[in-house]
């Protein structure tokens, strides 16, 4: 199987991977013949990117459970809305938080030894509560990196998980603006650690460490980050790890006023930030948990070939796929490499 972009799939091919729409409601089934009606529904959907069979044996194994990422999504936004008009209680928030928590550190666990490529977390590109359960898988395998203990995980994953429940009170119209946002606009947008903070207080009972991670995850350690202007002694670690992990699935992510960004160029762009806005050591241990070229990306190698990983070991220097059915080990060939990964 190999991944594919929306745009360039073609009625008859055959679908590798059962994927979940925007809501996380199951939206089409492994082995399900494409048509021109179900390619234009996931293009209505935000769909961007499936699997689809091919001639070479290779399985991508998800870092996560998809249904579970699935329930994780509903849960959220089930979580959202009942806030919003205050219907249900406290406790059962945090039971809900719990239980979804608890069983993505469980299957992260089962899976620590695989890497997170973007393709585990890009087949649509929702940024409502699909990002907070992708920020919440990124920064658990991260606080799994550090030798974080399970009491931890769980309170990285809750304030992960609820990082941005602030932006509920933001109109979607701003967040969602194509044009440049006014000062304004941008002084409203910048209050939403503050009014999340607030609300957690009021409507959840969470560990003060999760409520941090809510509070602080925008502060940057120079000082020049918000709502407090914090510098790097007074930045708990949770909301460290979890200021890369959003601004990784922010810069990954499509949208409506700029395309995503590759993975070798996102971790480029993290990488320079480090130090004065992001942690390195915390960043260093994120860098080694995502694969560069996952398997079942389409890449060009510098002959002009263009292929897919079906194998990647080796992280930088993968085994890759032709149609033909051809393969190509990079690792025993150092004169090659690869270029780019195509769309």
Same mark, same amino acid.
């Given at each position: 199987?190999?991944?594919?972009?929306?745009?360039?799939?073609?009625?008859?091919?055959?679908?590798?991977?059962?994927?979940?729409?925007?809501?996380?409601?199951?939206?089409?089934?492994?082995?399900?013949?494409?048509?021109?009606?179900?390619?234009?529904?996931?293009?209505?959907?935000?769909?961007?990117?499936?699997?689809?069979?091919?001639?070479?044996?290779?399985?991508?194994?998800?870092?996560?459970?998809?249904? *579970?990422?699935?329930?994780?999504? $509903?849960?959220?936004?089930?979580?959202?809305?009942?806030?919003?008009?205050?219907?249900?209680?406290?406790?059962?928030?945090? &039971?809900?938080?719990?239980?979804?928590?608890?069983?993505?550190?469980?299957?992260?666990?089962?899976? #620590?030894?695989?890497?997170?490529?973007?393709?585990? &977390?890009?087949?649509?590109?929702?940024?409502?509560?699909?990002?907070?359960?992708?920020?919440?898988? *990124? #920064?658990?395998?991260?606080?799994?990196?550090?030798?974080?203990?399970?009491?931890?995980?769980?309170?990285?994953?809750?304030?992960?998980?609820?990082?941005?429940?602030?932006?509920?009170?933001?109109?979607?119209?701003?967040?969602?603006?194509?044009?440049?946002?006014?000062?304004?606009?941008?002084?409203?947008?910048?209050?939403?650690?503050?009014?999340?903070?607030?609300?957690?207080?009021?409507?959840?009972?969470?560990? /003060?460490?999760?409520?941090?991670?809510?509070?602080?995850?925008?502060?940057?350690?120079?000082?020049?980050?918000?709502?407090?202007?914090?510098? #790097?002694?007074?930045?708990?670690?949770?909301?460290?790890?979890?200021?890369?992990?959003?601004?990784?699935?922010?810069?990954?992510?499509?949208?409506?006023?700029?395309?995503?960004?590759?993975?070798?160029?996102?971790?480029?762009?993290? $990488?320079?930030?480090?130090?004065?806005?992001?942690?390195?050591?915390?960043?260093?241990?994120?860098?080694?948990?995502?694969?560069?070229? /996952?398997?079942?990306?389409?890449?060009?190698?510098?002959?002009?070939?263009?292929?897919?990983?079906?194998?990647?070991?080796? *992280?930088?220097?993968?085994?890759?796929?032709?149609?033909?059915?051809?393969?190509?080990?990079? #690792?025993?060939?150092?004169? &090659?490499? &690869?270029?780019?990964?195509?769309?």
């Amino acid at each position: 199987m190999h991944s594919v972009n929306v745009d360039q799939i073609k009625p008859g091919e055959i679908i590798a991977k059962t994927f979940f729409g925007e809501n996380g409601r199951l939206m089409i089934k492994q082995g399900t013949k494409l048509t021109d009606d179900l390619i234009n529904r996931m293009k209505l959907h935000n769909i961007t990117m499936v699997f689809i069979e091919d001639n070479h044996d290779v399985v991508c194994n998800d870092i996560i459970d998809p249904h *579970l990422r699935a329930e994780a999504i $509903q849960s959220l936004e089930h979580i959202y809305t009942s806030l919003k008009d205050q219907i249900q209680s406290k406790e059962k928030f945090v &039971l809900i938080l719990d239980n979804i928590v608890k069983a993505m550190i469980d299957d992260l666990a089962k899976n #620590s030894k695989n890497f997170i490529g973007i393709i585990d &977390l890009k087949t649509h590109d929702d940024f409502t509560y699909a990002h907070s359960v992708n920020v919440a898988i *990124l #920064s658990i395998v991260t606080g799994m990196a550090i030798g974080c203990d399970y009491i931890k995980l769980k309170n990285i994953g809750i304030g992960a998980m609820l990082h941005d429940i602030g932006k509920a009170s933001i109109p979607v119209e701003i967040l969602n603006k194509v044009g440049k946002l006014t000062a304004e606009e941008f002084d409203l947008i910048k209050k939403h650690p503050e009014i999340g903070y607030r609300k957690s207080k009021l409507q959840l009972d969470i560990e /003060p460490t999760s409520r941090a991670i809510i509070l602080q995850h925008h502060e940057k350690l120079d000082g020049t980050g918000y709502p407090g202007g914090r510098t #790097s002694d007074t930045i708990h670690q949770f909301a460290k790890i979890v200021a890369i992990a959003d601004i990784y699935d922010a810069i990954t992510s499509e949208r409506p006023y700029r395309k995503r960004w590759p993975i070798k160029e996102s971790l480029d762009f993290l $990488q320079q930030i480090t130090g004065n806005f992001i942690d390195p050591e915390i960043y260093k241990a994120f860098s080694n948990r995502i694969a560069p070229y /996952p398997v079942g990306c389409k890449v060009m190698v510098s002959d002009n070939r263009v292929g897919y990983v079906i194998d990647n070991t080796n *992280l930088t220097r993968p085994i890759i796929g032709f149609s033909n059915g051809d393969t190509f080990d990079l #690792s025993k060939e150092n004169s &090659l490499y &690869l270029r780019e990964i195509v769309d």
